[in-house]
């Protein structure tokens, strides 16, 4: 089942900061899946890291839950956003971005209406287990996690952008 995690911090270089830490300390898989993502005191939305050491030709699950979660990187950061990230996750947010048909809009609203400016968060889709790791390593009030399984339709979304 896979679903979407956020980890939302009070301060814009909270979530880098918690992500570098645990990078340094732990060699989980989903390190190398999850994305930050920024909303500064000026209003815009960026992405402040991704793994430099994953390699961007991989297939199989560990390329799509990447681009899963590049796929609201992409929804949330805009265009330096689908900079930073390819594949299905930034051509699913190019999709969002123009249509507002989406089934991910009221995912990608929820995640900015918990982001106000001069915070940071923690993104990342993939399966229940990799998305307990990180919510365990993380170790964050409930408060500042938002959790959701996906729909089916937004499943369907996703096979079908990457077709």
Known sequence: MLEMLAI????????????????????????????????????????????????????????????????????????????LWSGIGAGTGAAIGESRESAFLPVVEELKAKLPPDSSLLALIGETPALDGMQSAVDAPPKNVLRRTLTSDQAKELANSAA
């Open 8 to 83: 939302t911090f009070d301060r814009g270089n909270a979530a880098e900061r918690t992500l570098s830490d645990r990078r340094a300390a732990r060699n989980d898989p989903w390190l190398s899946e999850v994305a930050v993502v920024e909303h500064g005191v000026d209003g815009r939305y960026s992405v402040k890291a991704k793994n430099p050491d994953v390699d961007e030709t991989k297939s199989g699950k560990g390329a799509a839950i990447g681009g899963l979660t590049g796929l609201f990187v992409g929804a949330i950061g805009g265009p330096f956003g689908l900079l």
